[in-house]
Every structure is written in C-alpha cells, then in structure tokens.
C-alpha cells in the first residue's frame, strides 16, 4: 500500500526534497463552507494522495465513524486555535501572579479558563528567565501544543530544525536572531505524544502598568515556541 | 538502531524561518480534520503514538512523502488495522474513487 511514485512533490514536505510543483485540477472537495464562504481555490497534492484520501475518507463516513460535518466542525475547531490564545496565556501570567503560579504548577487547571483542555496530553509551561533561555522541538515527528498555538509552523516540522535544536541550539537561534548570551543557560526541551511545551518568554523591560491586552501584542508565536523573545516595548504602536 | 524519523542530534542545514511556509490548503485541512476526530475522546480510535508508528512504517519513503501525505498513509494503514475497513473494501473503494478522478484528470 504505497502511494507510488511520482515524479514531483510539493514543497510542503516533512523533508528536503525537490519543490517542483504538479498541478491537477480534480474538484471532489465542496466549493463552499457550510456558512456559504467560498473554499480557497488552493493547489490539490498529486493525484494518488487525492485518490487516498477521498478513499479513506468516504470509507470513514459510511462506516459511520465520521460525518462530513464531523470534519467541518474540526476545520473550524483547528482554526479557532492561534498563536493570539497563548499571547493571552502569556499576558495573563506577566500580570497576574497567582495565574502564573498555577499555570506553572499545573497548567492543564490554569487553561481551564481559557476553553483548553490538553487531554490526553499534558502542557507544561517552562519559564524563560535571567539565567535560563527555554526552547522547544520535537524531535521525532511534530509534537507541538496545538489547543494554544494552533498547528506548528512549517520549519518546526521540517529536519532542520528538528536535527539541530538539540545538537547546537544556539546556532539555531542566531537562525531565527536570537543571542542568547554566553553566561545564560539555554534548555532545550522535546517534546512527545503526551507531553507538550509552552514557552513563557520574560516580560520585556519598560512595560511596567500595561494591560494584559496591550501585553499580549508583544507575546509572539515564536517567543511562545522560544526560538526568539518577546517583542519589545517599543516595537509596537501604541 | 535509528528509524528514519530519528533526526535528532543529526548534521542538517540551516533553519530558514520563512522558507515552505504556507497557509494550509483545504486538502490539507481535511486530513488534519480527520485524524483529529479520530484521535478525539469519543472516537478514540488512533494515538499520536499508533499514528507515527505507522509514519515510521514507511521506512526510507518518510522521507519523500509531505507532512500530510505521511498522516494519511498512517490513518489509511491504521483504521485498516483496526477493523474499521476490509483490505477488500479498501481496494475496491479506491479503484472505484480512481475511476471518478481519474476520469476528469485525463478525459473519458
């Protein structure tokens, strides 16, 4: 059961590979959401993936397992979940103490406010200080904390990074313009099926009597993940 | 013995931050979509740690297939697996859904 060769692939790949593109233009998939958006005219993968997956996925509905609705309702629901849920997190724990004290302690508690639940995995938040620098990889697929940051961006899943954070994790964040200073520790964290990791970048300096929403502008995806800071104060407009 | 999704600690490039980026397209969101209901509590019929046992299946080819192309073959193999599907059935489906696309690929 392969799905066979073929002679190009698309460049959104686990791997490095080459990145010609194959166009085909086979239109199973509805052209409308059910709120009578239209779908994104977006490139289709080569022929036998669309042949697998209408496969498997026909296979699922009329074995009752899934519904099509099923399957909007999960786009909706992956779709709902960004980066600006952790930069509230974040905000929220910069700000409030006793927050912060339980979302280090028990995260899956303190997220509870916040309409995510981790189940089955767990989240722990790792905090950046003056003398630790956290970052997070997975090394062994794309393990990442999808009910706070939504899907990982393209380079988390890719070999690269996944290869390098562990091996010389400083050389990777001089990649993404970060230095971390020589005397300040840097941790790598990997993470797996049932533990996932959430940054929670240092607070930057001057934004002493900021709201949490004001707060949360500065909180970055990549800050989140650790491979950069968070903005600073004067990177954003008032 | 190192599988072939074992990268960790290996040489590599560099991270280019902004390279292979791209919004998710539609198809793309439906695989998504469908191993999320799969793994979630009421299904409760993949793991994140069936679904890369089956990734880690394809051997050499993990490397040549696309993020979402690897977790489509891991939830083909897996519902397979599990009983949800025959082998016949399986085949008989795609041969038949082969014929409908296939058809307006290359003309009748």
């Known amino acids: 059961m392969n799905i066979g060769s073929r002679q190009s692939r698309r460049a959104e790949s686990g791997d490095d590979m080459n990145e010609t593109h194959e166009h085909s233009h086979v239109h199973e998939h509805p052209t409308h959401t059910h709120d009578g958006k239209p779908i994104q005219e977006d490139e289709l993968p080569p022929l036998e993936a669309q042949i697998l997956e209408t496969s498997v996925r026909e296979l699922l509905i009329e074995k009752g397992v899934i519904t099509p609705d099923d399957i909007r309702r999960a786009i909706d629901e992956r779709e709902s979940r960004t980066p600006a849920l952790g930069a509230k997190i974040v905000a929220r724990a910069w700000d409030d103490a006793e927050f912060k004290g339980l979302l280090m302690s028990d995260a899956d508690e303190a997220l509870k406010d916040f309409g995510i639940n981790m189940s089955p995995m767990e989240l722990c938040v790792v905090e950046n200080t003056e003398d630790v620098h956290n970052m997070v990889v997975c090394t062994l697929c794309s393990c990442y904390p999808r009910p706070v940051l939504g899907i990982p961006p393209a380079w988390y899943k890719r070999r690269d990074y996944r290869s390098r954070a562990v091996r010389e994790p400083r050389a990777v964040l001089q990649e993404f313009g970060t230095v971390v200073p020589d005397q300040k520790q840097v941790r790598v964290h990997d993470s797996n099926a049932d533990l996932r990791y959430l940054v929670l970048p240092q607070r930057p300096a001057g934004t002493e009597g900021w709201d949490q929403k004001k707060l949360a502008r500065l909180v970055t995806r990549d800050s989140m993940i650790g491979v950069c800071d968070a903005l600073a104060a004067t990177e954003i407009a008032d | ?108």
């Open chain 2, 1 to 108: 013995m190192r599988g072939p999704q074992d990268y960790g600690g290996l040489p590599a490039g560099p991270v280019d931050p902004e390279k292979h980026e791209h919004d998710p397209t539609h198809w793309e969101k439906t695989v998504d979509a469908m191993m999320m209901l799969l793994f979630d509590q009421r299904r409760r019929l993949a793991r994140v740690d069936e679904s890369r046992r089956m990734q880690e299946a394809l051997g050499e080819d993990y490397h040549k297939y696309p993020y979402y192309e690897r977790w489509l073959q891991a939830i083909s193999w897996l519902m397979l697996e599990k009983g949800v599907y025959t082998q016949e059935e399986f085949e008989t489906k795609q041969a038949e859904v082969r014929t409908r696309l296939g058809a307006g690929e290359d003309g009748p």
